[in-house]
């Protein structure tokens, strides 16, 4: 059983970081876009606005690299430390927890963006295609915790 678990870590790894990226890029598109609603308040952030402009920037370029799977452990590490940000800056004075201080998603986004800058993009990534070695059968790319050496 463990066996078959471990065969399918790459793509249930894959899929995580597509669906963590993609709604951390719905995140940033609300915040500068209004799409695909508008943010808390109904207005998007001004260009150039601190925090709130380079937060949905951060959103919405890393939510995209992470779920393309380009750079995803340099796009995912950013975006983690903007998430520590966002709780510890506007969420933690509300209450000691997310639960009362409503930062629970920017705590999920931190840990489940840090946890993909340690393992990695998964089998269904752009970086995979770009990095095969010449003869096109094996990523010559360093392999994460995510493709096990068989």
Partial sequence: MLTSLERLAPWVIAAFRIVVGFVFFCHGTSTLLGWPVAPYGGDTAAF???PSWWAGAIQLVGGLLVMLGLQTRVAALIGSGSMAVAY??????DGLLPIQNDGDSAALFCWALFLLAFIGSGRLAMDN???RSPDRSEPSADRSLAEPVS
């Fill in 88 to 93: 510890f800056w506007k969420h933690q004075g």
């Fill in 129 to 131: 295609l770009l990095n």
């Fill in 48 to 50: 150039g606005a601190w």
